[in-house]
């Protein structure tokens, strides 16, 4: 026998034994499923754990392909072959994704594959090795219920003060008006209305914040020139930004139309321009950018959007930057890095809500201590923009109608009076309905209708807009004016109305609404 020999021996043995004490650990693993794979995946060994977390005793697994452990969705998908390939190409595989027992039924699982090379380098098979984090998910998921639960007590429980407030200064104002009625103080009224529509409008702005958070604002798309409105803002921003913030708008020259709500596209950059401000405490730089970009199917899959033509509007600053994790919460409802009392986790989301809502789509790129772009993606508008935006004057009305006939279809009864007032003052007949049944009888009787006016939300089965595409089957030339307060996806067919059909936000005054109606029967 050669010393080679000699010392091979010893560390054959040494290696005999070392694979021994790795079989005796892994056969008393019980919290982990750790089984090995030939080279093409088949089942050649596992430990006792494995045999709990899948149910099958060894004699019938040996040999079997380890696919049959996972859905039918996974395995029509290709996920085990891509695993094996994946551990093979970059020398580990690491996923998380349900799994199934003998019996059928799922549970969450860690998974980690690793290739195993023979003294060659050749692919001898796989370690696989298998977590139940079934149990540990759903307490992770009852945390996350539970600091929701509590971020939407704290929200319920701040609107429910401001709401009181608000509540408290309508009534008041109305009791101290029969007080001074009853006194005949008269001349003291004004003060009491001026209180009283305060508290609406700030309780309309609440409603709005909490619905734009929702995704389910009422919106009025028009065709919109992103350079125009952002140039008719910079004034605004440099006051707001203040001295020790350099603000540049770069426009970009022949930008395309975009159909949106302009007004929601102003609050959009203004709140994106105060984040910003609040990220650059020490002063810094703002840029405010519009683009054309055309998405290829590439593209459009990473923005998650339809391949196509869009807008974007992107705000950057040179500011503290966000963390991963921040990034990646950023937009989640009630999600704030604020103080206690200083923001409500409300503000991006609600973009995040417009620019969905308005086809698009809203991304953030950072980097720690770098700064921040945030860009919002609109769809581009196909026709060509109004050379001049309608502007509404409110005023009273100085034309009385001529006999025109005006339907109201609303379930609020004090709506349809208030209303009903209105177009009886301004000289127009008036015929109301408490339903949507109901007034689509009236539209599809021979009864003279101008103008149909219509809630959306309506009961008896029937909502506003389904009511207004019946009547137009009959009556194609139909104007309708919605009004309402919350968006169903019924109204705003893929983010526009039809032509001649208008809509007015909840809750509005009432020379706004009696403008409104003389501008539509006029046009």
């Known amino acids: 026998m050669t010393g080679e020999d000699t010392d091979r021996k010893p560390a054959a043995e040494e290696l005999r034994q070392s694979e021994e004490r790795f ?111 079934t149990e540990k998910r759903a307490i992770e998921e009852q945390l996350r219920q539970a600091q929701k639960m509590e971020a939407v007590g704290q929200l319920t429980g701040g609107l429910a003060h401001d709401f009181n407030n608000l509540l408290t200064g309508i009534s008041g104002s109305l009791e101290m008006m029969q007080i001074r009625m009853a006194q005949g103080r008269t001349a003291e009224f004004d003060r009491y209305f001026m209180a009283a529509q305060g508290a609406v409008k700030r309780a309309a702005a609440l409603t709005h914040r909490l619905l734009a958070f929702s995704r389910r604002q009422t919106l009025d798309p028009q065709p919109t020139n992103a350079n125009r409105l952002i140039n008719g803002l910079e004034e605004l921003v440099r006051r707001t930004m203040g001295p020790d913030i350099e603000v540049e708008v770069v426009g970009a020259s022949g930008l395309w139309p975009i159909l949106v709500d302009p007004n929601q596209l102003e609050n959009a950059v203004l709140n994106l321009c105060i984040n910003a401000r609040d990220a650059m405490p020490s002063g810094g730089k703002l840029t405010i950018e519009t683009a054309n970009r055309w998405l290829d199917e590439r ?26 994790e921040v990034a990646a919460k950023a937009f989640d409802p009630f999600f704030t890095t604020k103080p206690l009392g200083e923001g409500t986790g409300l503000g991006l989301s609600m973009i995040y809500g417009f620019a969905r809502q308005s086809g698009g789509q809203v991304r953030i790129y950072t980097e720690l201590g770098q700064g921040t772009t945030m860009c919002l993606y609109l769809p581009r508008h196909d026709e060509e923009e109004s050379a001049e935006e309608d502007v509404l004057v409110v005023t009273s009305p100085e034309h009385t109608g001529e006999g025109e006939v005006v339907l109201v279809i609303d379930d609020e009864p004090t709506i349809r009076m208030l209303i009903a007032e209105v ?27 101008d103008l149909l006016i219509t809630d959306v939300g309506l009961p008896g089965g029937m909502n506003g807009r389904q009511v207004a595409d019946a009547a137009r089957v009959h009556r194609p ?36 609404i009696a403008s409104r109606i003389r501008e539509i029967i006029e046009q």
């Open 23 to 133: 079989r005796l650990l892994v056969q008393s693993v019980t919290d982990y499923a750790i089984y090995m794979l030939d080279p093409d995946g088949r089942v050649s060994s596992w430990n006792p754990g494995a045999e709990r977390f899948k149910g099958y005793s060894p004699d019938e697994i040996m040999g079997e392909h380890f696919s049959r452990f996972y859905t039918d969705e996974d395995r029509e998908a290709g996920v085990p072959r891509t695993a094996l390939e994946t551990a093979e190409r970059e020398g580990r595989f690491e996923a998380e994704g349900w799994r199934v027992r003998k019996d059928g039924t799922r549970f969450w699982a860690s998974v980690i594959i690793d290739p195993i090379r023979d003294e060659s380098g050749n692919l001898a098979g796989f370690a696989k090795v298998t977590r139940d984090l």
């Open 299 to 324: 593209a459009a899959r990473i923005q998650d959007l339809p391949v196509g033509q869009y807008v974007s509007v992107c705000v950057t600053d040179t500011g503290t930057g966000m963390t991963p």
């Open 477 to 512: 030339d139909l104007k309708v004016l919605f009004i309402t307060g919350f968006a169903e996806n019924a109204l705003i067919g893929r983010g526009r109305l039809e032509r001649g059909m208008h809509v007015l936000t909840k809750p509005f005054q009432m020379d706004v």
């Open 423 to 449: 177009l009886a003052e301004s000289g127009y007949a008036v015929i109301e309905a408490p339903d949507g049944p109901a007034g689509l009888r009236v539209l599809e009787s021979n009864a003279k209708i």
